[in-house]
């Protein structure tokens, strides 16, 4: 673990509420961290007057002019070229140039990626970028990618986005050896596409860096069967919108139960507390934080529409990734790797028709 | 839609409570559906008694014999060529060869799946069969379809799964133009693979048999956007288990809120009854009844572990296909797309790099 300051970049325009969640997030941050202090970029005539309103804050914080701002809308590719000058490029630049030691944007995600992969480059021996966060579990938290930075992947993608997030959920969970799943249709070896499969042959070999579990299904996310689920972006993408629109569903069906009788609304509010603690555990904002694995830098994207508690969470996760040496770590995983994936090559495994069991 | 009498061949040996709960669940489908008969192919030893309990059921079913059965772990090859003496084969032919209007088994997904292909061909217009289930909404129910026959689909595969699930929810819904969406990642025009793509501009065209929606995402299944959702096996079966694995964690969430203290448990009790509601309105019995679209045949794969109740309801599901005429319907629609199909190219849409929003 390193010791000492971190410097934090923040895009202070990016997000559905910046840039007041931008400050007040980096406020809380500032009490949970001393050693954290704040490069605040975007418009000074709007930072400003934020900033004074908390005492003590501006010690620790310096607002960088920045212009332009990244929109919404803004495709990536636009966002490359057009918005030089926007907050979002000049924060994720000085951690690139290491002005700071990190990046933390609530802004437009595939913007993000796009200036990050440039301005950051890939770290040694990773050849893409992956999305990667936390989801609950029944045994607490999984890491999950990517969740939607690369549609489609080969096996040489699958196996070292298996390195990312073991490495990830050992600096971020304290994991000594976190387990790995390959996310499939089916648990048996022979199903599934041939990258997949190809991934998992590299995966278990004698002297693979992370601890492979093998397959794992849609339900065993939830069940917290593994550490980290890897899979390809859009697989992935599809997986996490559809535990958030599930976990909303089910919210409603049990808030409608509520309602059926007077019964049942005299025991909500007997059991308040419990929806309290339920709502704690289901919290978002506790999860906030997708990170840009792969990048030769750190870049943490908040979610768009998170509070100033989310967006603090966001910069701890970085200073986690900062703290505990995430980035050597992961190039010592991967040069592990591209050893055991450039060994011969087995007989390879016959395909199955059909995917269903 | 047709009326008259409706035979309905039964495999009585699949599935985990086999055959108590294919005996029983004939006897509720009996009670609902008064012009339904049924042919229930097994051990006669076994089934006979549990026929003779039921009051009644006799006159309307017949046992026929089959010496071997198909097991849970058969490969669906390995079924296909050596168990052509299963309960299965047997139920699966009655209905291939018109002797029964539908076959329904609670057994082996895959050697049904497999043995129906064979034994039932595709229906004019349809090259791969996908599977179809209800999935639940905050609107009510939703097709989603392929929830694995499939791993790899192109463009059209999926135009056609989009007819198949259009037809099904006509049949099963009794909607007159249900909407139909393509799982994707993002919902604009220029995101995801090409096959999607492809298939959004053939559906979209004049002359097109559904009325399509568009691209939707994973959380656009729970809120019940649209009320069918195709995509390819691979991601939707990922999709439908990630679903389980989602509701099953909440509720385990939702259970141990109320046991955090006193007054919650109070709660639990004064809200009982909403509790019932809430277990029934997620009650996967009522949505038992994987169908797979596009054969020339009816063939419901009612859920291993189905009680009777679900197992009698995947029967009403097989009814209701063959009464409202399921497959000419299909084979009109499919005809349509064929022709809006082939129609001339357009010209094709620049793919954008990267798939993050």
């Given amino acids: 673990m390193s010791t000492g300051k971190v410097v934090l970049a923040l895009d202070g325009m990016g997000g559905d509420n910046a840039p007041e969640v931008v400050v007040n997030g980096a406020d809380i941050a500032r009490e949970r961290y001393p050693a954290a202090s704040f490069l605040l970029f975007g418009d000074p005539a709007r930072l400003k ?16 002019p920045a212009e332009d701002v990244v929109s919404a809308d803004d495709k ?55 999305l990667a966060s936390f989801l609950p579990t029944s045994r607490g938290e999984t890491v999950m990618l990517d969740l939607g930075a690369n549609l489609e992947c080969d096996a040489g993608n699958l196996a070292e986005f298996a390195v990312m997030g073991s490495v990830f959920a050992q600096v971020l969970l304290g994991l000594s050896e976190p387990t790995v799943g390959l996310l499939n249709v089916g648990s048996e070896e022979l199903k599934g596409h041939e990258e997949l499969r190809q991934a998992a042959v590299w995966l ?8 492979f579990h093998g397959f794992v299904e849609g339900n065993d996310i939830g069940a917290g069967k593994v550490d980290v689920v890897v899979t390809d972006g859009f697989t992935g993408n599809v997986a996490l919108k559809t535990i958030e629109g599930t976990a909303k569903l089910y919210t409603s069906f049990v808030r409608d139960a509520f309602r059926t009788s007077t019964f049942a609304k005299i025991g909500y ?7 309290v603690k339920l709502s704690k555990r289901v919290d978002p904002r506790r999860r ?27 910069m701890g996760v970085a200073i986690d990734m900062v703290r505990y040496e995430y980035r050597s770590k992961l190039v010592e995983g991967l040069a592990k790797l591209h050893q055991v994936s450039s060994g011969p090559e087995e007989a390879p495994v016959l395909q199955v028709s059909g995917g269903v069991e």
Same sequence: chains 1, 2.
């Fill in 269 to 275: 509010l007997f059991a308040s507390g419990a929806w």
């Fill in 204 to 211: 278990r070999r004698e002297g693979s860096p992370v601890s």
């Fill in 288 to 314: 906030n934080g997708g990170v840009f694995l792969g990048l030769n830098g750190v870049c943490v994207k908040s979610h768009g529409g998170a509070d100033a508690l989310g967006f603090a969470y966001a």
């Fill in 49 to 64: 007057p934020l900033v004074d309103r908390r005492k003590g804050l501006a010690q620790a914080l310096e607002i960088v």
């Fill in 76 to 130: 990536p590719s636009f966002a490359l070229r057009r918005r030089r000058q926007s907050s979002m490029w000049l924060a994720v630049d000085a951690a690139a140039q290491g002005r700071a030691d990190t990046v933390i944007s609530a802004g437009n995600t595939g913007a993000l990626l796009a200036i990050s992969m440039v301005a950051m480059r890939m770290l040694d021996g990773a050849h893409r970028p992956a």
